[in-house]
């Protein structure tokens, strides 16, 4: 079992970056596929990025493509999402979520696939 806990959040100009962090508090990301998701008020839970074990392979929304980067640190036991030219439409929740390596993989989206969540960052971009 691995605890993804999330931090960074905040509130940011349009145009601004922000770096989230996904730390495990309890366990490790090593054999976990890292995934970020976001929610906006009234809205479903939608896919944002995944990274595989090693970060070989990433996964994006094509909204955040050229925007966001998913990284991941396997010493420090922590994945980031870099998030880069924000837009008001970025405005949400963001939750750290980790789903099993060998039995799924990055580039399905389904969160029903994630096992762990993180409590959630807010993120705000606004003028």
């Known amino acids: 079992q691995v605890q993804p806990v999330e931090s960074g959040g905040g509130l940011m100009q349009p145009g601004g970056s922000l770096r989230l962090s996904c730390a495990a508090s309890?366990?490790?990301?090593?054999?976990?596929?890292v995934g970020w998701f976001r929610q906006a008020p009234g809205k479903e839970r939608e896919f944002v990025a995944a990274?595989?074990?090693?970060?070989?392979?990433?996964n994006y929304l094509d909204s955040v493509k050229g925007r966001f980067t998913i990284s991941r640190d396997n010493a420090k036991n922590t994945v980031y999402l870099q998030m880069n030219s924000l837009k008001p439409e970025d405005t949400a929740v963001y939750y750290c979520?980790?789903?099993?390596?060998?039995?799924?993989?990055?580039?399905?989206?389904?969160?029903?696939?994630?096992?762990?969540w993180g409590q959630g960052t807010q993120v705000t971009v606004s003028s």
């Open positions: 979520a980790a789903k099993d390596a060998f039995r799924y993989s990055v580039w399905r989206r389904e969160k029903d696939e994630y096992a762990y």
């Open positions: 990274i595989t074990r090693s970060g070989a392979s990433t």
């Open positions: 309890q366990g490790t990301f090593s054999n976990y596929v």
